[in-house]
């Protein structure tokens, strides 16, 4: 049997992190899945058990026909009512499977949707440490094994179940002794059954891992598509995934196996079954205990109940299927994810003061096995005005705005932001008072008004071509053949690197940030562009709080006050003038390429 906490199979530390489910609570999710549907399965349920009386009818109603055969009457009546009772049967079958596929439907829709709100609630380092790909699987492919289970196996498990039992009763009113021979097969095959089922289950969780790795590796290879055309790695990428592919073919190869023997064994017992039947059977018609029209009605129930078994076996495989998925659904539900919040209102021109930020004595590292990154960072960011951020790469910049977007936490230390400690803001509210441009400055796929709406959903036209103005952009949307409509492509490759900024600025502007943080790109602009951007973020701090890190002497001259981070500390702040007269790292910083003369 498999137990809690199965290792998948690979040891990676992102692997060994996630949670594992029992076989037990995989149960339980799949039913509490299930329960809210309850009625329409019953009701399924029940119109299954009606085609299937119909059909239990047939071999009572063979007999007759055999037995009026026999007599010399006439069979017109029996047959016709053979053939209205197989007709009604179906009909009805047909209804029940119809209501328990669309409750299938339903229970996917509502697993994706929860599953999709809980991956964009789950807290960044969490993400840092999950592959997109992956996660792509666990929506799509596992979801619709879900289905699956929900559908078919559900489907099939009841009517197959109804069925057995419908059958069993009429055999055991017919000859109880024939009925005992059958059964005795009968429970040769469940004894396998409870053998093969975890390892089905096992399998198919190793082949859905797979997948979800073929879908990391194609992620990867398609999110850096121009490097890996660029460094000639095309077959090496496609051997990569293939690879994964291919592990995903035997795992799901060993699935089948375990599938295939379960499949052998109910075939294997029906036969048996039939032969035991009639051997015994036979010897009873023989000697005059049994009528022979009795035995060809007890061998058609005989298919009434074995018949199902082979169903059954096939549900359970199919359930074991989806007890995998829902493994590697609740993986994601059992992460850590952050509280639900409102969106907070976005700050009205008028409340929309600037704020300062505070850091004490902060201590943070990404991971306990990674080394610390904040070794007591201290400085002031007074409200209003640009405060640049320098230091040499890996001197834990961009980690000082992670802390204060609270992506992650800091291990020791307190942050405040408008004098209010950072974890006493509820995290809507928070987030609602900054603006947050990153180094790269992501543009999403679709047009370039829904980019710069993207954090202020209610902006105004009137606001938009403000944002557009102060961002030089207004030049730009003239220019393109469906203005603001016009699509940008997949992460904003129809823009250029400065218009991709530039739009990532309008962006943060658009949402009255009460504090900008600006991660400077540390990619060459063209001067004019460059010259833009300072007046840009210029004329923003003279509304707001901007604090940027800052890769350009240009940005740090124009900065009122300027931190100097160095390995893990803050090490100097002041004014340039101040900074080039008394700090060696800072001298040497403005006058090498850390900070770039533009
Ligand atoms: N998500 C992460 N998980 C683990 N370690 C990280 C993560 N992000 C950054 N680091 C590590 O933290 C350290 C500080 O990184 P940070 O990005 O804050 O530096 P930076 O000063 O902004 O550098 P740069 O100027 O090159 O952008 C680096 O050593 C980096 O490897």
Request: proline fraction near 4%; glycine fraction near 10%.
């Amino acid at each position: 049997m498999a137990t809690d906490g199965d290792d998948p199979g690979d040891g990676s530390p992102a692997r060994q992190r996630k949670a594992s489910l029992g076989d037990r609570a995989a149960w339980r999710v799949l039913l509490d899945q299930v329960r809210p549907h309850r009625r329409t399965l019953l009701l399924g349920g029940l119109l299954s058990l009606a085609g299937s009386l119909a059909g239990l009818a047939m071999p009572l109603m063979a007999k007759q026909v055999i037995d009026a055969f026999g007599a010399g009457g006439t069979t017109t009546g029996p047959v016709l009512g053979l053939s209205a009772a197989v007709m009604a049967g179906a009909l009805v079958a047909a209804a029940g499977r119809f209501l328990l596929e669309r409750m299938g439907e339903t229970i996917v829709l509502a697993s994706r949707r929860t599953l999709v709100d809980r991956i964009l609630r789950l807290r960044v380092p969490e993400v840092d440490r999950l592959s997109p790909g992956d996660l792509l699987s666990r929506v799509g492919s596992d979801t619709t094994l879900l289905r699956a289970v929900c559908t078919d196996a559900l489907a099939s498990l009841v009517g197959g179940a109804f069925t057995f039992l419908g059958a069993a009763v009429m055999m055991a009113v017919m000859d109880g002794l024939l009925l005992g021979v059958t059964l005795a097969v009968v429970a040769l095959v469940a004894v396998m059954g409870v053998v093969i089922a975890p390892r089905i289950r096992r399998a198919s969780l190793r082949a859905q891992e797979a997948l979800g790795e073929m879908g990391s590796m194609l992620d990867r290879a398609l999110q850096a598509f121009r490097t890996v055309k660029a460094s000639g790695a095309e077959i090496r990428e496609t051997a990569v995934v293939t690879a994964a592919a291919t592990e995903a073919r035997d795992r799901g190869v060993a699935a089948a196996g375990w599938t295939s023997l379960a499949g052998v064994g109910a075939w294997t017992s029906i036969q048996l079954a039939f032969l035991a039947v009639l051997g015994v059977g036979g010897a009873r018609v023989a000697s005059g205990e049994m009528e022979i029209s009795a035995l060809i009605a007890f061998l058609m129930y005989l298919f009434y109940l074995v018949s199902p078994i082979g169903q059954v076996i096939q549900s359970l495989t199919q359930m074991q299927n989806g007890l995998a998925a829902v493994t590697r659904i609740q993986e994601i539900a059992l992460l850590p994810a952050e509280p639900v919040a409102a969106p907070a209102p976005m700050p009205t021109q008028a409340g929309g003061d600037p704020v300062g930020v505070t850091f004490t004595d902060v201590v943070f590292r990404y991971d306990e096995d990674r080394p610390i990154v904040h070794h007591g960072v201290t400085f002031e960011v007074p409200a209003g005005g640009m405060t640049a951020l320098v230091g040499p790469s890996g001197a834990g910049k961009s980690t000082v705005f992670g802390l204060i977007e609270r992506f992650y936490e800091a291990d020791e230390g307190a942050i405040a932001i408008g004098g209010r400690d950072i974890r006493d803001w509820p995290l809507g509210e928070l987030r609602s008072m900054l603006g947050y441009v990153e180094q790269d400055a992501p543009v999403l796929a679709g047009t370039l008004r829904e980019n710069l709406v993207f954090g202020a959903p209610e902006a105004t036209g009137e606001e938009i071509a403000r944002a557009l103005a102060r961002t030089r952009l207004d030049d730009l949307v003239e220019r393109l053949p469906e203005g603001l409509e016009t699509p940008v492509g997949h992460r904003g490759v129809l823009l250029s690197g400065g218009e991709r900024q530039r739009v990532a600025i309008a962006r943060a502007l658009l949402r009255r940030p009460r504090l900008l943080l600006l991660d400077e790109a540390t990619s060459q602009l063209d001067a004019v562009n460059e010259l833009r951007l300072r007046e840009v973020v210029a004329e923003v701090a003279r509304e707001t709080t901007v604090l940027v890190i800052a890769h350009r002497l240009s940005t740090v001259t124009g900065a009122d006050r300027i931190v100097v981070m160095e390995a893990g500390r803050v090490r100097a702040w002041g004014t340039h003038d101040e900074l080039v007269a008394a700090d060696a790292l800072y001298r040497e910083l403005a006058a090498t390429q850390f900070l770039v003369a533009t």
